[in-house]
């Protein structure tokens, strides 16, 4: 079964620090990954995409890694704000099954001022 | 710079009745999808379509319905509201397996 774990549940982190998200799937045969973010009550705001014959992507203060062979794929946030507090989403695209998207669980981030 | 468009955004129904969720994107995308977002999880897809009248189950599709009779609508209908389907309902296109995917800003369902 194809499973998508995200990996810590929750985190809070001091202004200022840099910090690691990670994201493991247990299916090498992807397309795609896309890390989100998600506010309260809010709908999903895309981050970045990272196609599957891509090492990394990079947006701002973000780096999302990806690593096919061994299932993980990391999110850098450089610099953490208060602003940066929020749910952060991985969602895997899978090569079989019809390229169905299966989210993780997320891991929520608050930094603290 | 409408997006995708989910209708309603919020709703209460009792037990037993049907509703449709409306979903719409003006971006000329071939790929849609529904997810449920219960709270403590990700995203789980209900039922997805990669183009006008080709639709597919996701994981959790029982007691949902889904048509694609046009590229920009993809509606939801709820057959007989149970109340384990309360839940936030979101609607997300994109333009192809490798593109990202645009979401809506979902729809509140409680079911009484």
């Known amino acids: 079964k194809q499973e998508v774990t995200q990996i810590p549940a929750a985190l809070s982190v001091p202004e200022g620090e840099n910090l690691v998200l990670n994201c493991s799937f247990t299916?090498?045969?992807?397309?795609?990954l896309q890390w989100f973010r998600q506010d309260p009550g809010k709908g999903l705001t895309s981050l970045l995409l990272?196609?599957?014959?891509?090492r990394e992507q990079t947006s701002g203060r973000l780096n999302a890694s990806l690593d096919k062979s061994s299932g993980r794929s990391t999110l850098y946030i450089a610099a953490s704000q208060p602003g940066d507090s929020a749910t952060y989403l991985c969602a895997v695209r899978f090569n079989t099954g019809g390229f169905k998207t299966i989210f993780g669980a997320g891991t929520r981030l608050f930094v603290k001022a | 710079n409408a997006g995708v468009t989910q209708t309603p955004k919020f709703q209460v129904l009792k037990t037993g009745q049907s509703m449709t969720l409306q979903c719409a994107q003006d971006?000329?995308?071939?790929?849609m999808s529904w997810y449920r977002q219960d709270p403590g999880m990700g995203l789980r897809l209900i039922h997805y379509?990669?183009?006008?009248?080709?639709?597919d189950q996701g994981e959790v599709p029982n007691g949902y319905n889904v048509s694609r009779s046009t590229t920009e609508d993809f509606p939801l209908r709820l057959l007989s509201a149970a109340p384990s389907q309360t839940s936030v309902y979101f609607c997300?296109?994109?333009?192809?397996?490798?593109?990202?995917?645009?979401f809506g800003d979902g729809t509140r369902l409680s079911i009484l």
């Open positions: 997300a296109s994109s333009n192809g397996p490798g593109q990202p995917q645009h």
């Open positions: 379509s990669v183009g006008a009248g080709i639709t």
């Open positions: 971006m000329n995308h071939e790929y």
């Open positions: 990272i196609q599957s014959s891509q």
């Open positions: 299916d090498s045969a992807i397309y795609n």
